[in-house]
């Protein structure tokens, strides 16, 4: 006899292509998946990451890399570091403009529209850690008003985990480290047969990606004093133009080569020229504070064993001598990797499908996300496991990607 006739369930279509949108208070990065492959995304006029800063100069506020170059020379025109102030009495003002921190996420999120909705009708974005739940309502809010296609999100440690759980060998604890304008965090992960938790988490502004910038700055300004006796903090321009090396100074310093910098005054002009030890012994102040916050965190965590690994962000891992702290002061079990700078948009795009096909609820994940089926414990190569060695020059970490 044929079994009773039974309805079939709706098929959930998943667009070709998924975006993943990685967010936080320094700024956005999206990748568009398919056929296996990821791209990153054009969010800026020159550049796939789009600064969460706004030039108040203009008749509308503009997002983008031009308020980044006058965050030194016109601080006064430039909104920036907003996203941890959601929901607090907040305003900046310039020109004819007063911003609070929402009025500035809604910019951020109608300046993605267009380069995302170009590219799909489904998105999931990832925030940072320390957001509360009402600043990720507020967050989500102001994301469905600007019309973004937001089908899920997430905070960036738990996509992560998710993610990249294959890579462990099986059920491990991790230490995810991350840093932007607003503050450095770190997040305990268990990732388990069935799921990945956070077992804890803590964030500490007094070294957020500013304060090791401003570091950088003095650093190298007195340097600049003591070879020929002028301040370049004494000239807007020339205090910009330090600025606008920064980013340069921290991939040099972080794959071991020598930092340069070319100071530029109305006048007179000055290159400078660092090891890359020189320039972490102008952090090394930072550098404590970051990791007596990390250690106080796993300390609170009460886990039996060490994290087998710990993972840094893109720019956690720039941080001069951050790294080389972690990896100095870890057991050998524990690896320690530098991830890429879109591997948390990539981890949430990933997940996306389950969004859209029902099989992950319609909510924030901010302290676990289920696995679709257990996790495999795949057979690893020895050298994956332990001490990796670093792609760059660096002889204090374990590992990148």
């Given at each position: ?194 799921d990945v938790r956070i077992l ?11 304060l090791w910038k401003n570091r ?186």
């Amino acid at each position: 006899m044929f079994g009773l006739l039974t309805k079939k369930s709706p098929v959930v279509e998943v667009p070709f292509r998924l975006v993943g949108i990685d967010l936080n208070a320094t700024r956005a990065r999206a990748v568009v998946a398919g056929e296996g492959r990821t791209r990153p995304i054009l969010l800026d006029d020159v550049g796939d990451e789009l600064p969460l800063a706004l030039q108040l100069d203009q008749r509308v506020p503009k997002v983008g890399v031009g308020a980044l170059s006058l965050c030194r020379l016109s601080p006064h025109l430039v909104c920036s570091n907003f996203l941890g102030s959601l929901g607090l009495p907040h305003e900046w003002r310039g020109g004819r403009h007063v911003l609070t921190p929402e009025l500035a996420t809604k910019h951020t999120f109608d300046r993605l529209v267009k380069p995302i909705s170009a590219e799909t009708d489904s998105s999931a974005l990832t925030l940072p850690v320390y957001l509360s739940t009402a600043q990720v309502r507020t967050a989500l809010e102001l994301a469905h008003a600007s019309r973004l296609p937001i089908r899920g999100s997430a905070v960036a440690p738990l996509a992560l985990g998710a993610h990249r759980a294959s890579t462990l060998g099986g059920p491990a604890s991790v230490l995810f480290v991350d840093v932007d304008e607003f503050a450095l965090s770190g997040t305990l992960l268990q990732v388990g047969p069935a799921d990945v938790r956070i077992l804890g988490s803590g964030f500490w502004p007094q070294v957020s990606l500013r304060l090791w910038k401003n570091r950088l700055l003095d650093g190298m300004a007195d340097h600049c004093v003591r070879i020929c006796r002028r301040d370049p903090r004494d000239s807007a321009q020339a205090e910009q133009g330090m600025y606008d090396q920064l980013d340069t100074l921290l991939e040099q310093t972080r794959t071991g080569q020598r930092a340069t910098m070319q100071i530029r005054g109305e006048h007179w002009f000055q290159d400078l020229a660092h090891a890359a030890e020189q320039v972490e012994a102008y952090c090394t102040g930072l550098v404590k504070l970051a990791a007596e916050g990390l250690q106080q965190l796993l300390l609170s965590s009460a886990i039996k064993s060490p994290p087998q690994a710990v993972w840094l962000s893109h720019a956690a891992g720039r941080l001069p001598g951050l790294a080389a702290k972690i990896y100095k002061h870890s057991p050998e079990q524990t690896s320690v990797s530098i991830l890429p700078q879109n591997a948390a948009a990539e981890a949430v795009a990933a997940i996306l499908p389950r969004w859209l096909q029902g099989t992950l609820p319609k909510l924030h994940l901010d302290s676990i996300l289920p696995f679709e089926k257990p996790m495999a414990t795949p057979h690893l190569p020895a050298h994956s496991i332990g001490k990796i060695a670093l792609k760059s020059a660096l002889p204090a970490t374990r590992g990148e990607g």
